[in-house]
């Protein structure tokens, strides 16, 4: 099996792709190209998109996914967004995951 197409099953039963598109980047990297690399990562097949506050391209992941549901190349409920809330109590960043469901 394509490791794009294995799942992991979440506690809420809903399953999410284990393979995520990860979109931080360089500073020196416009985040334009976030945006361009998002669409490209969806058009092939990638459904979980791995995103933060801090690496300052939220606008242009959420744009790249407008993008793709319009054109009817994904649907909203087949996309998985996950962020991570930082700092923790701890100091460590934390992984929340959410469905565009």
Known sequence: ???????VELSDGYFIPALGFGTYKPEE???CKT?????????????HIDCAY??????????????KRA????KREDIFYTTKDWPSPLGCPTLTAGSWR
């Open 29 to 31: 990297v416009p985040n």
């Open 1 to 7: 099996m394509n490791s794009k197409h294995q799942y």
């Open 71 to 74: 054109d009817g190349t994904v």
């Open 54 to 67: 801090v690496y300052q391209v939220e606008e242009e992941v959420g744009l790249a996914i407008r993008s």
């Open 35 to 47: 945006k361009e690399a998002t669409k490209i990562a969806i058009e092939a097949g990638l459904r």
